[in-house]
């Protein structure tokens, strides 16, 4: 499985849990381990951006949470995931950082 960062696995939790989700759908949803799961769960409802009704085992995402969900997705769309993964990052091979760069409207 492919790394993902911190924000990433926030913006699936919070997709996961807008229409009410327990623990065992978020992770498996999140693909993520018990020990990470309650990691994740503590963050955002520490942060208010989820919470879990008295009596009910159904965590939901709050306005806040929302708010925080469009903004990533908005986020996502501006940067585009695809381009992210083309950027060599980790890799041995630095070639790519001696490559001069490319002018295509440079007439000099």
Do not use: W
């Amino acid at each position: 499985m492919k790394y993902r960062s911190r924000m990433e696995i926030i913006r699936i939790i919070l997709e996961i849990t807008s229409n009410g989700a327990t623990k065992t759908k978020i992770m498996y949803n999140a693909y993520l381990s018990y020990a990470q799961l309650c990691e994740y769960i503590s963050f955002l409802v520490e942060n208010k951006l989820i919470n879990r009704a008295a009596g009910s085992e159904l965590y939901r995402l709050t306005e806040k949470g929302q708010k925080v969900y469009l903004k990533c997705k908005e986020l996502d769309q501006l940067i585009g995931s695809k381009e992210i993964e083309m950027i060599p990052f980790g890799t041995k091979d630095s070639s790519y950082l001696n490559e001069a760069p490319r002018h295509d409207n440079y007439h000099g």
